[in-house]
């Protein structure tokens, strides 16, 4: 089975940090993705990768900004963050031909 | 801009019975369209795929398509307490989902009651 990894689970961090969320897959997929899940809102894009060195920005890209030097990883990087980026982000990868595989998720609170 | 239209529910179905979910997308040029499970506190998990017009069965889960309607469907048969969850569509203008992202409804949160 695929696996995609997110390096944190739950983290916490003060307004105006830089946070860098990471993601790495293992399965050699092109496509990655960045998600954030919110109540009431539900999955939203925030970017997307279909290779190396390469980001697409999706629905919500405002605030982000993202990082993919390797195939298996893909991070998000919150330039300053700020406490409406308080959130569940979901990191996904997939080949052209099938759905998604998430990561098991980040729950980011900013304080 | 893309939508999904899903009913948030809850949706309370009698254990053994069909549970019937439902999804409207905006877009008609969408090809491919999927179902996800997300219990609580955990990631979407995909459970169908859809790409062509008709049903797609897999176990207890049937999937229908009807891009006319724009409309696509979950069924799930003899429904288990361990059915309950959210269930979330997805929809992408692209073959496979991969060139653009999916788009999600907001899920329909299912309550199988024993």
């Known amino acids: 089975d695929v696996k995609v990894t997110q390096s944190s689970r739950y983290l916490v961090k003060r307004t105006g940090e830089k946070v860098f969320l990471e993601c790495v897959q293992d399965?050699?997929?092109?496509?990655m993705f960045w998600y954030r899940q919110d109540p009431g809102l539900g999955l939203r894009l925030i970017y997307f990768s279909y290779d190396v060195k390469m980001k697409e920005k999706g629905d919500i890209p405002e605030g982000y900004s993202v990082s993919r030097e390797k195939k298996e990883r893909f991070s998000l990087i919150l330039e300053s963050a700020s406490t409406n980026q308080t959130s569940m982000y979901l990191c996904?990868?997939?080949?052209?031909?099938?759905?998604?595989?998430f990561g098991s998720g980040t729950r980011l609170t900013v304080v | 801009q893309k939508e999904v239209e899903q009913n948030s529910g809850p949706l309370s179905v009698p254990e053994g019975a069909i549970a019937s979910l439902n999804c409207t997308y905006s877009?008609?040029?969408?090809?491919?369209f999927f179902w996800y499970r997300q219990y609580s506190g955990k990631s979407p998990e995909l459970i169908m795929s859809i790409y062509s017009n008709g049903d797609k069965e897999d176990g207890r889960f049937t999937a229908q398509l009807n891009k006319a309607s724009q409309y696509v469907s979950l069924l799930i048969r003899d429904s288990q307490p361990s059915d309950s969850a959210t269930y979330l569509c997805?929809?992408?203008?692209?073959?496979?989902?991969?060139?653009?992202?999916?788009?999600f409804g907001k899920g329909t949160h299912l309550i199988i009651q024993p």
């Open positions: 997805a929809v992408s203008a692209y073959s496979g989902g991969g060139a653009d992202g999916l788009t």
């Open positions: 996904a990868s997939s080949l052209q031909a099938d759905g998604y595989t």
């Open positions: 877009d008609r040029v969408s090809q491919s």
């Open positions: 399965m050699d997929h092109e496509n």
